[in-house]
């Protein structure tokens, strides 16, 4: 009996108290007599947050682009869509939805025209960490935003800890993906776009259905009193799950892949160690990229024949390779003594 009791004394306190419904409604929601203005506020902090991005992107700054993340509104009307689903509210649902497809498409637009004034020889694809780090998004992201959006939903469903919520913003990143999007597409890079908009979705139905499923445990799907509501709630619920997990099948093929990757890249790098032994050359670097091998050494010693290395190689990743071989020369110079005081 008094496990029973616990039980629910510890429900409730996890649960969604139905005395905070007006004001979670009023926070949550954009509706009423100040919709206009907080529309404004929602338009004005999310172009702002776009320049802030766009230029710590460009600038290749953590710390900026840390800053936009807070300052970005974009995890709020997400917030809402997965709640208006639990409550099977369909029109607050569309509207909350309507919301982040204007937003994302108005932070593309001028993450473009921003990035049209910058020099395209200032923009590295491959050097910008913060732009190479969101057009190959991998399954930890989508881990990363499942834990996002349940942290998300629980701190919103619960006013006492609402100050917690930028620590969220930081955790998940919706606005910078959008605009390296806008970059991506200004320079012409259609790969890296759809790579960083990937990242995008992937963030977006992870909050979708890890926010949802908290607010439905939490309580809150009591709301949906109707057999309409429910119904709603349902085919929202199964569209969410359908789409994450569409999203995640190119997230583990990418995944996949960089397993592939480093665990060839290390059998080429214990094969070239083991060619280079008995020489006094020393290993630099080994790159595989399909069937090129990349092998750099420094030294000026004579070297084993190429083509036992070829065959070596191509033994351990059972595949053919073409082998290409710098050699780095090797200078060592040694000073005299030093005379006595």
Not at 302 to 328: C, F, G, S
């Amino acid at each position: 009996m008094q496990s029973t009791s616990a039980q629910g004394s510890f429900a409730r306190e996890i649960g969604f108290d139905p005395g905070y419904l007006q004001e979670f409604e009023a926070k949550v929601f954009i509706e009423g007599a100040q919709t206009g203005r907080r529309l404004t506020n929602f338009f004005v902090l999310l172009l702002l947050a776009t320049v802030i991005a766009t230029y710590g992107v460009l600038s290749n700054s953590t710390a900026t682009v840390i800053g936009a993340m807070i300052v970005a509104p974009l995890m709020g009307p997400i917030m809402a869509t997965a709640a208006a689903v639990v409550m099977g509210a369909s029109q607050r649902a569309l509207r909350s939805l309507a919301l982040v497809v204007v937003g994302v498409a108005a932070v593309i637009l001028l993450s473009a025209l921003l990035a049209l004034a910058v020099p395209d020889s200032t923009i590295s694809f491959t050097n910008n960490g913060e732009i190479a780090s969101r057009i190959t998004p991998g399954i930890y992201a989508l881990l990363t935003a499942l834990g996002a959006g349940a942290a998300g939903a629980f701190i919103m469903s619960r006013s006492e800890i609402a100050d917690s919520m930028g620590g969220v913003a930081i955790a998940i990143s919706l606005v910078p993906p959008l605009c390296v999007v806008g970059i991506s597409i200004s320079k012409g890079e259609w790969t890296a776009a759809a790579g960083a908009l990937l990242l995008f979705l992937t963030n977006f139905s992870a909050i979708l259905l890890a926010g949802g499923l908290v607010f439905l445990l939490g309580g809150l799907g009591r709301l949906a009193v109707t057999e309409t509501h429910r119904r709603f709630r349902h085919r929202s619920l199964v569209l969410i799950v359908i789409c994450t997990l569409l999203i995640t099948i190119p997230l583990s093929l990418h995944a996949y892949g960089v397993v592939v990757d480093t665990v060839t890249k290390n059998k080429a790098t214990a094969v070239v160690q083991s060619w280079l032994e008995g020489t006094s050359d020393q290993l630099v670097a080994v790159n595989v990229d399909g069937e090129l091998v990349a092998v750099s050494v420094e030294g000026v010693g004579d070297l084993k024949p190429l083509k036992l290395l070829r065959d070596q190689l191509e033994a351990a990743i059972n595949r053919p390779v073409i082998v290409r071989l710098r050699v780095i020369p090797a200078k060592l110079l040694v000073s005299e003594g030093g005379s006595s005081p």
